[in-house]
């Protein structure tokens, strides 16, 4: 499984004897490429500093616990476990709250538990929703993203529920 | 849509914020999150950096073109106007590529590629379209086939074995995928305009 992390440097290096062998100014194309990147990267900033200001407010305001107490009962009916529940709601908002809510469950449940095995499937198997549309349609200047956003909730909904099922068949 | 769900977002928190009485604790996280913004522009410029020049070079030798045949009935599946146009063809194809292989940094610089990619052909419209839905729908419900962060993740936590998340991790992500393309295809017809194809 560890040959996975020597893909990049695999990549990197056919990239370098590309560079080497080929007749074309590959050289020159490449810092044309890369200066977009960074124009691209330095025109997301004014997007994730409304959409990180909300996400923190929201964190900072306490909105979260309430929704978990709200949840909880519905949760446990359901059979999935309640300690998911803060992970579940910030999932969607903040990969670093996200990944900090994850680390916890795994000092506290332990990554092996259901508990922990869950939350890695969820963290696994789903990404910062409010981020990636942000910043992927920030970047081109859309505005009316049309059904954009129901669709990726409900996607992502789903799919927390059935991580959660594949979690109690599987493991 | 966003800056409706960002408005009800602030609203929320300053609700809870009143009946908390955190007012101090939520006037730095405001602040907090404009300084997170920057610093995860600055972690993400060099990947966009690399990725970018790396990929105008792939172009150039005709890897792009070559991997977008390869791929060429996964891409007419999940984006029929673009395998049909070919605008943004070869950015959809380094994007899935790169997910597909779980190179996990590369993802958003290619997307954003493959967006700009897209709106090319409709510079006008700030309205998106059916292929750029389906490519954010797509990476909100990550397909990756190595998710490096939640492993690394357990294996800090000394899990017994970090990798056991992956076959669950495997299915849940190719049934999302499938379902996020075709949600976004069965409802591309009924949010539809007369100016978009």
Same mark, same amino acid.
């Given at each position: 499984?560890?040959?996975?992390?020597?893909?990049?440097?695999?990549?990197?290096?056919?990239?370098?004897? &590309?560079?080497?062998?080929?007749?074309?100014?590959?050289?020159?194309?490449?810092?044309?490429?890369?200066?977009?990147?960074?124009?691209?990267?330095?025109?997301?900033?004014?997007?994730?500093?409304?959409?990180?200001?909300? =996400?923190? +407010? +929201?964190?900072?305001?306490?909105?979260? !616990?309430?929704?978990?107490?709200?949840?909880?009962?519905?949760?446990?009916?359901?059979?999935?476990?309640?300690?998911l529940?803060?992970?579940?709601?910030?999932?969607?908002?903040?990969g670093?709250?996200?990944? @900090?809510?994850?680390?916890?469950?795994? !000092?506290?449940?332990?990554?092996?538990?259901?508990?922990?095995?869950t939350?890695?499937?969820?963290?696994?198997?789903?990404?910062?929703?409010? *981020?990636?549309? @942000? =910043? *992927? +349609?920030?970047?081109?200047?859309?505005?009316?993203?049309?059904?954009?956003?129901?669709?990726?909730?409900?996607?992502?909904?789903?799919?927390?529920?059935?991580? %959660? &099922?594949l979690?109690?068949?599987?493991? | 849509?966003?800056?409706?769900?960002?408005?009800?977002?602030?609203?929320?928190?300053?609700?809870?914020?009143?009946?908390?009485?955190?007012?101090?604790?939520?006037?730095?996280?405001?602040?907090?999150?404009a !300084?997170?913004?920057?610093?995860?522009?600055?972690?993400? @410029?060099?990947?966009?950096a690399?990725?970018?020049?790396?990929m105008?070079?792939?172009?150039?030798?005709?890897?792009?073109? *070559?991997?977008?045949? &390869?791929?060429?009935?996964?891409?007419?599946?999940?984006?029929? /106007?673009?395998?049909?146009?070919?605008?943004?063809? !070869?950015?959809?194809?380094?994007?899935?590529?790169?997910?597909?292989?779980?190179?996990?940094?590369?993802?958003?610089?290619?997307?954003?590629?493959?967006?700009?990619?897209?709106?090319?052909?409709?510079?006008?419209?700030? /309205?998106?379209?059916?292929?750029?839905? /389906?490519?954010? =729908?797509?990476?909100?419900?990550? +397909?990756?086939?190595?998710?490096t962060?939640?492993?690394?993740?357990?294996?800090?936590?000394?899990?017994?074995?970090?990798?056991?998340?992956?076959?669950?991790?495997?299915?849940?992500?190719l049934?999302?995928?499938?379902?996020?393309?075709?949600?976004?295809?069965? %409802?591309?017809?009924? /949010?539809?305009?007369?100016?978009?194809?």
């Amino acid at each position: 499984m560890t040959a996975a992390y020597y893909l990049l440097p695999i990549l990197f290096t056919c990239f370098g004897m &590309l560079l080497f062998f080929s007749k074309h100014p590959l050289y020159d194309d490449f810092v044309t490429g890369a200066r977009e990147g960074i124009e691209s990267a330095v025109k997301l900033i004014p997007t994730l500093i409304l959409l990180l200001c909300t =996400v923190s +407010f +929201f964190g900072a305001s306490g909105a979260s !616990e309430w929704l978990t107490s709200l949840l909880a009962p519905l949760c446990e009916q359901i059979g999935l476990p309640s300690e998911l529940l803060p992970l579940l709601i910030l999932r969607p908002l903040s990969g670093s709250a996200a990944n @900090a809510l994850a680390a916890d469950l795994f !000092e506290s449940a332990g990554p092996d538990s259901f508990i922990g095995q869950t939350a890695s499937v969820i963290m696994g198997s789903s990404d910062t929703l409010l *981020y990636i549309a @942000a =910043v *992927y +349609f920030g970047a081109v200047g859309i505005k009316k993203s049309r059904h954009a956003l129901p669709v990726a909730f409900a996607v992502m909904l789903f799919c927390i529920f059935f991580s %959660c &099922l594949l979690c109690r068949v599987m493991l | 849509m966003l800056s409706r769900i960002i408005g009800v977002i602030c609203v929320l928190s300053m609700l809870f914020t009143f009946l908390t009485g955190g007012g101090a604790a939520a006037s730095e996280a405001i602040l907090t999150g404009a !300084e997170r913004a920057v610093s995860i522009v600055l972690t993400l @410029a060099p990947a966009m950096a690399l990725w970018c020049g790396i990929m105008q070079v792939f172009r150039r030798v005709g890897l792009l073109e *070559y991997l977008s045949r &390869l791929l060429s009935p996964l891409i007419t599946l999940c984006f029929p /106007t673009a395998a049909k146009t070919g605008v943004g063809r !070869e950015e959809l194809t380094a994007c899935i590529t790169a997910n597909l292989l779980g190179i996990g940094n590369a993802a958003t610089p290619l997307a954003i590629q493959a967006m700009k990619a897209m709106k090319s052909a409709h510079p006008d419209t700030d /309205t998106a379209s059916d292929d750029m839905i /389906t490519l954010v =729908v797509l990476n909100t419900s990550s +397909f990756s086939i190595m998710p490096t962060t939640v492993i690394a993740l357990r294996s800090a936590c000394n899990s017994a074995d970090p990798f056991s998340i992956l076959l669950p991790v495997w299915c849940a992500s190719l049934v999302c995928s499938v379902m996020a393309v075709t949600l976004c295809r069965l %409802c591309a017809p009924l /949010t539809r305009k007369r100016d978009i194809p």
